[in-house]
Structure formats: C-alpha cells, structure tokens
C-alpha cells in the first residue's frame, strides 16, 4: 500500500468507532454496532434508544462526529425504529486498482 493510503479495512473501523462514539456521546441509551460484510463493502449499522436523527456538527459538539462519516463513507443515512433509531454507513473495503506493469 502507498505511504499515506490506508489499508481499506481501517476506514470500516474508523466509522464503526465513530457512529460508536456519537451513540454513546449522543443518545447515552442502550446500543448495538452491526458490521455486515456485503460484496468489497461492509454495512456499519448502530442501533439506539434515542428517535432524535443525527445532524449536522455544531459548535457545541466534539469530535469530527458526521462530517467524518459523510467524508469517509460510500453513502450514509439514519432511519427511525420503534425503539429509537439505526444510523448507518457504507465503506468501501475493495483494494484500490494498481496500474499495470509495462
């Protein structure tokens, strides 16, 4: 891997420890993290207590909270359950393409 690329699993695992981070931070409920694998993609999901959706990072929040997760995911979003609410994320865990050898 290039110096300053990092491996493709660690992005899924920043953004599970951040959607993490924001649960704990955020709802202060019960809370469950699911990693799905889902062709070279893994579905991070976490599940809480709280029906409020996420928003946007305001000055009174720490941490680089959605704007990280809206910059590193494939795709993200939030949904209401009858118990609270899932948020979600899409990264990507394919290797990068190398050109080939001439």
Do not use: C, F, Y
Not at 8 to 16: D, I, K, S, T, Y
Not at 49 to 58: A, F, I, K
Not at 59 to 70: C, F, M, N, T
């Amino acid at each position: 891997m290039p110096a300053g690329v990092e491996p493709p699993a660690e992005g899924a695992q920043l953004l599970a420890s951040e959607l993490a981070a924001n649960a704990v931070t955020h709802a202060r409920t019960d809370m469950e993290l699911t990693l799905r694998r889902a062709g070279e993609a893994v579905i991070v999901a976490v599940r809480d207590g709280d029906p409020r959706l996420p928003h946007e990072s305001g000055p009174e929040d720490r941490g680089a909270g959605l704007e990280l997760v809206s910059a590193m995911a494939t795709d993200w979003g939030s949904l209401l359950t009858s118990g609270g609410k899932v948020v979600w994320a899409l990264a990507s865990v394919a290797e990068p393409r190398r050109a080939a050898a001439s």
